[in-house]
């Protein structure tokens, strides 16, 4: 077992159970996560997931930034929705990121071009909505962590697997925590 896996694996964990709860302390673990990730997703040739790792470190820094500054209600950040209008920026987005990263990722002696840049392209957006603190973000991260749990499971990457796995699980339960809190 890699053991910069399972350390990856131990601060993804504490940041997705507090991103779920909505607490700001969630982004210092994320950064511990990701910074580890970009090394251990490069040595398995899964460039595009790597180098989101750097995207995700400057996102993790924007969204302690932004949720720090966001209204609070017991120290949970506030929920909003995506306004339906959103919704095909979203989807254009994502579909367009996919496509142009597995377009570039086949030029390269890449392990999972198509994979790869679907899990980077989506993932983008949905950490873009994150920050935003929007209730919608999870859908789209249980579609990714989907498609990510067999891209790591396909590269030997166990661990990165069953920490998405987790990840899954935890994007069900907040989505669900999300919408009892932006119901009220």
Not at 35 to 61: D, E, H, N, P, R
Not at 97 to 126: H, Y
Not at 139 to 159: E, T
């Amino acid at each position: 077992m890699n053991p910069w896996e399972l350390a990856a694996s131990a601060f993804g964990l504490a940041n997705i159970v507090l991103l779920a709860r909505r607490s700001v302390w969630n982004y210092p673990f994320g950064m511990a996560m990701v910074a580890i990730l970009a090394g251990v997703f490069w040595s398995s040739k899964l460039y595009a997931v790597a180098g989101l790792q750097i995207f995700f470190l400057l996102a993790q820094a924007q969204g302690l930034w932004m949720w720090l500054r966001a209204p609070a209600d017991e120290g949970q950040v506030a929920v909003r929705r995506l306004p339906p209008m959103g919704w095909p920026a979203v989807l254009i987005s994502g579909l367009i990121g996919s496509a142009v990263l597995a377009l570039l990722l086949a030029q390269t002696d890449a392990a999972a071009p198509i994979a790869d840049g679907a899990v980077a392209g989506w993932s983008l957006v949905a950490q873009v909505l994150i920050n935003l603190r929007m209730l919608e973000s999870w859908l789209l991260w249980v579609g990714i962590n989907i498609v990510s749990v067999g891209l790591y499971a396909s590269q030997a990457l166990s661990v990165t697997a069953a920490l998405y796995v987790a990840f899954l699980a935890v994007s069900i339960w907040s989505w669900r925590l999300w919408l009892a809190a932006e119901r009220g």
